[in-house]
């Protein structure tokens, strides 16, 4: 019996050995170049937003894309609408940042479309509600930098951020726009 366990502990590990493993590590986030922006509407007016703290990991391989991962958390208490709207969103009602202080998002698999183009499924969590979301995502490379850009919709009422008196999606609109930049150290050559 020992023997067959020490069997399959070999076979394991030359299997997982076998696998390419990507460090988080070898890759970073360049904040102050970064950004997470979104825009949702009130009575049919665009309101601009954004995050103002957030973190990435990144273990991204172009020759590499199931090792490939990709995580990030936003501080939902940094929001920066204007300052009546910032005070709002950080109640139970909208983020409810006390209890949920960040967003995140976990890649489960990264896909190639061709000349820089991914799309990137994985799941997004926000207020304890987690929903599956397919991002493309377009990166760019100049020297040592890689900029990964994209745009996405989400429903707020699928995460229930404006609840209550405000999932009334003729007052805000229940359609948010996300758009983000990042950029990123140590990513190899597309």
């Known amino acids: 019996m020992k023997r067959l366990f020490a069997s399959a502990a070999t076979a394991l590990a030359l299997a997982t050995a076998a696998v390419p493993q990507l460090a988080y590590a070898d890759q970073a986030l360049v904040p102050a170049q970064s ?5 949702a509407k009130q ?3 665009p309101l601009d937003g954004r995050f103002k703290r957030f ?3 990144v273990a991204f391989d172009p020759k590499q894309l199931p090792a490939s991962k990709v995580a990030f958390q936003i501080e939902l208490g940094s929001v920066a609408v204007n300052a009546d709207s910032d005070a709002e969103l950080v109640k139970p009602e909208w983020f409810n940042t006390a209890k ?7 890649s489960s698999a990264i896909k190639a479309l061709g000349g820089g183009r991914f799309e990137v499924a994985g799941k997004l969590a926000i ?4 929903k599956d979301l397919v991002v493309p995502v377009q990166l760019t490379q100049a020297g040592a930098l890689t900029t990964a850009t994209g745009t996405f919709a989400i429903k707020r009422l699928d995460f229930k951020v404006g609840d209550g008196d405000w999932a009334d999606p003729s007052v805000v609109a ?6 983000f930049k990042l950029v990123l150290q140590g990513v190899p050559a597309l």
């Open 35 to 39: 950004e997470i922006t979104f825009v």
């Open 43 to 45: 009575l049919g007016v």
């Open 55 to 57: 973190a990435a990991q």
């Open 100 to 106: 949920f202080p960040k967003a995140t998002f976990q």
């Open 127 to 130: 207020k304890g509600h987690a």
């Open 174 to 179: 229940n359609d948010v726009q996300v758009k």
